[in-house]
């Protein structure tokens, strides 16, 4: 049974860093695609990055572009989320997710593309 664990998230000023762990049981993070979502308070969970691993490219929310970045280590089979400058609408709680699929571009940010889902770890911005 595959599983997702994140870590990383906590308590952060405006303009901190945090980086977010999933590290992955009974699937490989090299395979197929992952994608990093958010739901904050009130709102509907969205996408911030996902990846097909086979594309070597990135698709990131507007928002956060130029200010968080995924990565993966592939020695650990864990997945990273980097962030930068954040701002209190970065607020959430935070999910990673995989499929097995290989999806297109326009696939990457939608979560019903999506079998596989870690806890959450929350991140909280403090202005």
């Known amino acids: 049974q595959v599983q997702l664990v994140e870590t990383g998230g906590g308590l952060v000023q405006t303009g901190g860093s945090l980086r977010l762990s999933c590290t992955a049981s009974?699937?490989?993070?090299?395979?197929?695609?992952m994608g990093w979502f958010r739901q904050a308070p009130g709102k509907e969970r969205e996408c911030v990055a996902a990846v097909r691993w086979s594309f070597g490219s990135t698709w990131y929310e507007n928002s956060v572009k130029g200010r968080f970045t995924m990565s993966r280590d592939r020695a650990k089979n864990t997945v990273y989320l980097q962030m930068n400058g954040l701002i209190p609408e970065d607020t959430a709680v935070y999910y990673c997710?995989?499929?097995?699929?290989?999806?297109?571009?326009?696939?990457?940010?939608?979560?019903?593309?999506?079998?596989?889902w870690g806890q959450g770890t929350r991140v909280t911005v403090s202005s």
């Open positions: 997710a995989a499929t097995t699929r290989n999806l297109i571009f326009s696939q990457l940010p939608v979560e019903r593309e999506y079998d596989h």
């Open positions: 009974e699937y490989t993070v090299t395979s197929g695609s």
